[in-house]
């Protein structure tokens, strides 16, 4: 059977690539071919950055409240379109429908943020900074920018970027992860669609050398990027060379602690879904337990309720849990647990060699406990990106607040307990960036942004927010002097009449 090579997207059509170098996008459930994502040649490339700089010129001179009106039409598209998108989003991600639906749902959430975007692109102004003399800043595009992302949430990273970039006046380049293309190029289709012009959104396809040839290319003028520590790192590097902005969301290792006072039952279920929902592959994934105290002893509930997690289909009635990425990533993580285990640590429960009836070429895994684990352990040192929770136990809340604190990373992070003071003390003295108390994904809503700290982003610009409005603008600063001349007493002044 053909499978069929996506297209790129340049200047508002679909292009066939004349690359003949391709990647198959596989199902993770399967290992069946789905398409396959060509690596743009550099010819292509230049094309895309060419039409967008010439697109931009004209879009930057567009009212932005017009721009906004565009933006209208896109979020009634998307959400028109939602189930259709999760659907790819299950058969190339695997996730589970609900998952694939929340996938799509927290982008348009970005999107509805951006109707707003007169007002979130205000400057400020102060008058009378002398005699007759006024400052006020004005907030610009920066041009074309371009938005590198991962497999893991295939609609909501790119609109993380797209929605904003476009509403502050920008011209984008998206490049999707080349193992979920599809959901990404519906979102553009729809753009254009809804009403952005020829050339201000934009496909291009490949791995590293589409995301280098972004960082590199002088006319793009500021890149964001999602995806792991390594290579944001790496983008980072190149961008910063480049003489670019750039904001990198990278690598996560999430601590839920649990206080003796938690609410047992919330905790456990909090907990568990955050830690083995969307088979654990969301970097906001809680992938260490961190038990205060006699709170240890909710260890044998939260092994038994994981046991009633079920592995399957993204797309069967009842899944909770899809296979992850890839084959390679399902031999990565039945490594790190075996070696933690080699190393000494107890494995309550696992999910190695589960067999889903049906899919028995799928990357599955279930959910899989791991205890008396240490911070030289691989299941504590690595971001596993599985279904799989690490158990630490610890004295005291100010125990926990140290064993969290000296983690490098700074993406989430939860406390359950029922003390008030508790969790005041915890929100004040954890370096992580997004807290939940009792709340076990903190993730901000749009009109927040995504606070991440550490070792987790690069960049002093957050994602979405005001912070984004900030990343994709340029602000210019006016300085004026207008004296007043009485022209009534002016010879030979202008009269007016009422
Ligand atoms: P990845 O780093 O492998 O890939 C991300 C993007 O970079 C893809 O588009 C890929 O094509 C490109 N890429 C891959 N290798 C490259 C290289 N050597 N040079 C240049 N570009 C390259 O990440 P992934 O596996 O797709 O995503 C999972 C990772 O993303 C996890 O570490 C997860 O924590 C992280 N993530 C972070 C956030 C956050 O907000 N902090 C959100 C989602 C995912």
Known sequence: MDVKVLPLIINGEEVSSVSSD???????????????????TREEMELIVHSASEAQKKWREVPVQQRTRVMIKFQTLLVEHKDRIADVIVRENGKTKVDALGDVTRGIEVVEHCLGMPTLMMGEAVEQISRDMDTFTIRQPLGVVGGIAPFNFPAMIPLWMMPIALGTGNAFILKPSEKVPSAGMMIVKLAIEAGFPKGIVSVLHGGKDAADFICNHPAIRAVSFVGSSLVGRAIYDMCTKAGKRVQCNMGAKNHAVVMPDANKEQAINGILG?????????????????????????LPEFVAKAKEYRVGHGAAEGTDIGPVISQASLKRIEQIIQASVDAGATLDLDGRGV???????????????ISGVTTSMPCYKEEVFGPVLSVV????????????????????????????????????????GQIGINVPVPVPLPFFCWSSSKGSILGEHHFYGKSSVHFYTQI?????????????????????SG
């Open 274 to 298: 955050a830690a083995f929902g969307a088979a654990g592959q969301r970097c906001m994934a809680i992938s260490v337990c961190v038990f205060v105290g006699s709170a240890s002893s909710f």
């Open 393 to 432: 136990c610890v004295d005291s809340l100010e125990a926990a607040i140290h064993f969290v604190n000296a983690n490098d990373m700074g993406n989430g992070v939860a406390l359950f307990t029922q003390n008030g003071g508790a969790a005041r003390k915890f929100q004040h003295e954890i370096e992580v």
């Open 355 to 369: 067999k889903v009836e049906g899919f028995d070429k799928g990357n599955f895994i279930g959910p899989t406990i």
């Open 476 to 496: 210019k600063t006016s300085v004026c002097r207008w004296e007043f001349k009485d022209i009534q007493s002016d010879a030979g002044a202008m009269h007016f």
């Open 22 to 40: 391709l990647i198959d996008v596989v199902d993770p459930s399967t290992q069946q071919v789905l398409c396959r994502v060509p690596c743009s």
